[in-house]
């Protein structure tokens, strides 16, 4: 008889579960569309990324991001329809020059993220080619647009993925640089 | 002036709602006819209180009133009508609005085609309506309140999402959420059967109808959602497994097996509790596919009004309705009597296989929604998508359909196998010549070709069912017609919806694995072939719409030589969100459907063209309408249509009635 009550009781011991897991799931500091990084707080990827063709600005490499500067490398691409979204912010903190902004131009075809720059304006000190995708994927990346700040000492110190938005530009970026550059 | 007229009944429609929910349940407790008696006309008053709010969101939709702040943010002067009275659905706010006029409009229903219900029943059905009422009014006026007010109104509004303009779209969400809402209905009389102590053939006879007229909805809802994400977000593809889409689908795998459960209930007076249960999950998981998406516990790429501020009030009504009706069937189920018995293969045995498989389908399906977030807890972040569910869902669904021919020639109680598997003998050969034909035309693989088969499997069988049925070439053609005519509705209904869900089948199975696709880069006058058709980009313009500007290819299409289509795939990019949409262009064969779609130019005068042939994709849409239509022709049974017969004191004798 009480084994034929606890079948009854089944239901509502599954749905306190998952209740459970909803309740977990609403939790303030979760948020579903973040990615970790295993990047975190390790060197940047050794690699050496050739100029884009037709740009006057160098290409980029490892040594570029232990200069002692805090630097922000930002993965963009023409075809990349977000990267358009985010772009007049990183050409507002361009202006600013608080902070190097470097670009890593991902899977693109050089003279398309060229017309892109010349449309858009370049917001870039430094800009590397990654047109197979073989260095994103030494540093992890997962889709475009992605952002990493890089302290100093050139170690990856935050990984933003998808388009920054005013927010996370204030909330997160911004606050961070200031704090790594102490 | 008219916004606080639609503010101010929504208020009285939450203070209706308490009397609804309060006054008929102590009455039935306590035996008192004039408290019974209120539940009716309150349940209407509750619908002309909610309508009034809803006619008037939409008057300041339709009159583009921008000093009603959910009106800002989600239309624009510029939209056409049609779109402008879409965005009162088209929104969280919105949205919620008509999911409380639903609920009132089938509240309404029961209470004015419910006149035979005996008076304690109904009394309790409405009650428990106005209870789920009352939680989603309070989360509507307290949470989510469309008709506040902005000072000073701006010029313009900020325009609907893009990829709501579309007609598939304006009337999705209403089909949606009448099939989900009809399921709150179902629920009620589960609640109200527990609080009785009694199910019986009648609770059955009232139930399945409610069941079967919100499945029929919520089938169009799917299909609706599913054709709307293959022309409008441009990859061809109908179904994604995206959370959104499952949230819809789970519901439809429970009402599915509700729907045959409460047949066992009716005819056999068997399976009561577990139908009881079946009534509160899929009313349950109706509720989650609602507000799953809304409450940012889940991310998906059609989630267009999340919030995760709002997520407590929503997580906190699912607690206290679902936690609550399944405490209360704790307690109370295990008092209900069990009724007839039956042999292992007998129909009411094939009914408890398809409620099993049914439900365990649809656990996987809930399993693959809620991974991201069991697998956070674990400590790292990963989603499951189509190679899971082609792993776990398939495998499950291949033995229901394997039986679904079966089960129509099962008699009740006890039934003779190896008989019914005699009569199904055609539908074997139907189902090998399926087989090999696609064998032949495709060249494999295996598996697809199998499961070809096995749609004509439970095509034929269906089929050879309904025949066997009106005698078809066994007696004369007159005798058959008058068989057919004299065939209650239901068993027609029932053909149509087997035979509709194999034609889906074949549709699925073909356009996922035959597709062929192609990407390319073409400048006017280019010319490539696909599947045998040859697609010649003439030219690409600039066109502008009411809203939007559009880049309009001109695509003809032909097929040795022979004219075939011209096809008009467009790229829009909307004004005021500055957003892009793909429409594209698709031409249908029956077949096949040729569809292209236009990207980004590259630039030098080139343009991404893509374009797709899709192998029988116009079936899935074929056999959804035909499982709807099945349901439909069901409904219009007589047998429903008269409703339930009095009830006697005492155990119902089911066999009198099948």
């Not at chain 1, 990324?49 to 006057?56: C, F, Q, T, V, Y």
Request: aromatic content about 10%.
């Amino acid at each position: 008889m009480i084994a034929r009550r606890l079948i009854y009781l089944a239901p509502v011991l599954v749905f306190a579960v998952v209740a459970g897991y909803f309740l977990w799931g609403l939790g303030p500091d979760r948020n579903p569309r973040e990615l970790p990084s295993v990047m975190i707080d390790k060197p940047a990827p050794e690699f050496t990324a050739d100029p884009l063709a037709g740009m006057s600005v160098p290409g980029l490499s490892t040594a570029d991001l232990r200069t002692g500067q805090v630097s922000l490398v930002n993965v963009f691409a023409s075809w990349c329809i977000p990267c358009r979204a985010e772009h007049p912010l990183l050409m507002n903190l361009a202006q600013r020059g608080e902070v190097a902004i470097f670009g890593l131009n991902y899977k693109n075809k050089p003279a398309e993220a060229l017309a892109w720059l010349e449309e858009l304006g370049n917001p870039y000190g430094r800009i590397g080619t990654d047109e197979s995708g073989r260095i994103g994927i030494d540093w992890g990346v997962s889709g475009v647009p992605e952002t990493f700040v890089v302290d100093g000492a050139g170690r990856i110190r935050y990984r933003h993925w998808g388009p920054i938005d005013r927010d996370a530009m204030e909330s997160i970026i911004l606050p961070l640089i200031e704090e790594l550059r102490g | 002036m008219i916004p606080e007229i639609g503010h101010f009944a929504l208020i009285l429609a939450l203070a209706v709602a308490l009397v609804q929910g309060s006054l008929p349940i102590l009455g039935a407790a306590r035996g008192k006819q004039a408290w019974m008696a209120t539940a009716a006309p309150t349940a209407v008053l509750q619908l002309v209180l909610v309508l009034t709010a809803f006619l008037a969101l939409m008057h300041a939709y339709a009159t583009s009133d921008f000093t009603v702040a959910n009106v800002v943010l989600n239309s624009n002067s510029a939209m056409p009508m049609l779109y402008k009275i879409s965005a009162t659905w088209g929104n969280h706010e919105g949205s919620m609005l008509m999911w409380v006029l639903i609920l009132a409009a089938f509240g309404a229903a029961v209470a004015l085609f419910g006149a035979n219900l005996p008076a304690p029943l109904r009394a309790r059905v409405l009650s428990v309506q106005a209870w789920i009422a009352i939680g989603f009014l309070a989360f509507s006026l307290f949470t989510s309140n469309p008709f506040e007010r902005v000072f000073p109104p701006p010029l313009d509004g900020n325009d609907l999402n893009p990829l709501l303009q579309d007609p598939g779209l304006a009337f999705h969400p209403p089909m949606l959420y009448m099939g989900y809402v009809g399921f709150s209905i179902a629920f009620s009389f589960a609640i109200a059967a527990l609080i009785e102590g009694r199910v019986d053939a009648a609770w059955a006879r009232w139930v399945r109808p409610w069941t079967l007229a919100a499945w029929c909805f919520l089938t169009a809802g799917i299909a609706l959602g599913s054709w709307w994400a293959y022309y409008e977000l441009g990859w061809g593809g109908w179904w994604f497994w995206d959370p959104v889409e499952n949230v819809s689908f789970m519901p439809w795998l429970m009402g599915t097996a509700l729907l045959h459960s409460a047949i066992v209930v009716e005819k056999r007076d068997a399976l009561k509790s577990w139908t009881v249960l079946l009534a509160i999950l899929t009313f349950s998981l109706s509720l989650i596919g609602t507000f799953i998406v809304r409450s940012g516990l889940l991310t998906s790429v059609h989630a267009f009004a999340t919030d995760p501020e709002r997520g407590l009030f929503i997580l906190a009504l699912l607690f206290v309705t679902i936690g609550g009706s399944l405490i209360l069937y704790a307690v109370r189920a295990p008092a209900l009597k069990p009724g007839g018995l039956f042999a292992p293969v007998s129909r009411e045995g094939g009914l408890i296989i398809n409620n099993l498989l049914l439900t365990v389908a649809c656990a996987t399906v809930f399993l693959g929604t809620m991974y991201p977030l069991i697998a956070e807890t674990f400590g790292y972040k990963a989603t499951v998508g189509a190679p899971f569910y082609t792993a776990t869902f398939v495998p499950i669904m291949t033995p229901l359909i394997v039986l679904m021919p079966l089960g129509p020639f099962l008699s009740w109680k006890r039934a003779d196998l190896a008989g019914v598997v005699g009569r199904l003998k055609f539908a074997l050969l139907a189902s090998v010549a399926a087989a090999a034909l696609t064998l032949y035309l495709q060249r494999g693989p295996v598996i697809p070709v199998l499961a070809m088969g096995l749609a004509a499997w439970l095509f034929a069988g269906a089929v050879i069912e309904w025949t066997g049925r009106v005698k078809l070439f066994r007696t004369s053609p007159a005798e058959s017609l008058r068989r057919a005519l004299g065939l209650p509705r239901s068993a027609h209904g029932m053909t149509l919806a087997h035979a509709g869900m194999a034609v889906a089948i074949a549709g699925m199975v073909a356009s996922s694995t035959w597709k062929v696709e192609e990407i390319l880069i073409m400048r006017p006058g280019d010319t490539t072939t696909v599947a045998g058709y040859d697609y010649r980009l003439e030219k690409v313009e600039r066109l502008q719409g009411p809203n939007y500007l559009s880049d309009t290819a001109t695509i003809t299409v032909t097929r040795d030589g022979k004219p075939v289509a011209t096809q008009r795939p467009e790229k829009r990019s909307y004004f005021v969100q500055n957003m892009p949409t793909t429409e594209a262009a698709i031409h249908t064969t029956f077949l096949a459907d040729l569809y292209t779609a236009i990207g980004d130019p590259d630039g030098k005068g080139g343009q991404t063209v893509r374009i797709f042939y899709e192998p029988l994709v116009p079936w899935i849409w074929i056999g959804c309408l035909m499982m709807m239509l099945g349901g439909a022709v069901s409904l219009s049974d007589r047998r429903l249509r008269v409703g339930a017969p009095k009830r006697k004191s005492g155990a119902v004798p089911a066999a009198a009635r099948a």
